[in-house]
């Protein structure tokens, strides 16, 4: 099984700030790496595929790279709806694809 | 407008079983393969079955694999999940999930969940 590992595991920032957001694969996934966002209560959605292909409606300011085992999500001035909690999946090696622990955002 | 909606879930004691259902609607349900995802109290995601378009092809976690059986009914545009068996540790919320057309397993549509817990 593939090993996601998220890191920070907790941010703190402010509205309006670019933060990055790490994850890391046991082993290689290619480009096959998917981000999800997951605001409280709710379910997650998808963001970020491919590695950096935007989902349809995912706003500009999110964006990702990598390749192999290690990726990045960007998030370019963060607005108040940002504040979720991150969490990558890699869907190269399967069953099972595998999800990381997430990275949660929260507002310093 | 896509839509899955999960149902089914109570609290069941350990040994217990429980079904849950997904009702989807917005989308021309046998065109896509369907997902349950479950997320622990305070926990990452864990996917949990998958099952094709058609039905034929089927996967399972191994924590679940010989106690939860996936199906679908593609006439009714539901989803469900027979769950037996059932452990304390399989205590979560229970969310079904769209596959894409373009890759099996990118989930691109969920449903708010079901919460299922298990204890005595």
Not at chain 1, 6 to 30: I, M
Not at chain 2, 65 to 86: E, K, P, V, W
Not at chain 2, 93 to 116: E, K
Request: charged share 15%; net charge neutral.
């Amino acid at each position: 099984e593939t090993v996601m590992t998220q890191s920070p595991a907790t941010l703190s920032v402010s509205p309006g700030e670019r933060v990055t957001l790490s994850c890391r694969a046991s082993q290689s996934v290619d480009s096959n790496l998917a981000w999800y966002q997951q605001t409280p209560g709710q379910a997650p959605r998808l963001l970020i595929y491919g590695a950096s292909t935007r989902a349809t409606g995912i706003p500009a300011r999110f964006s990702g790279s990598g390749s192999g085992t290690e990726f990045t999500l960007t998030i370019s001035s963060l607005q108040s709806g940002d504040f979720a909690v991150y969490y990558c999946q890699q869907y190269n090696n399967w069953p099972p694809h595998t999800f990381g622990q997430g990275t949660k955002l929260e507002i310093k | 407008e896509v839509q899955l909606v999960e149902s089914g879930g109570g609290l069941v004691q350990p040994g217990g079983s429980l079904r849950l259902s997904c009702a989807a609607s917005g989308f021309t349900f046998n065109n896509n393969g369907m997902n349950w995802v479950r997320q622990a109290p305070g926990k990452g995601l864990e996917w949990v079955a998958y099952i094709s378009s058609s039905g034929y092809t089927i996967y399972y976690a191994d924590s679940v694999q010989g106690r939860f059986t996936i199906s679908r009914d593609n006439a009714q545009n539901s989803l469900y999940l027979q769950m037996n068996s059932l452990r304390d540790e399989d205590t979560a919320m229970y969310y079904c999930a769209r596959s894409t057309t373009v890759n099996t397993w990118l989930l691109d549509y969920w449903g708010q969940g079901t919460l299922v817990t298990v204890s005595s």
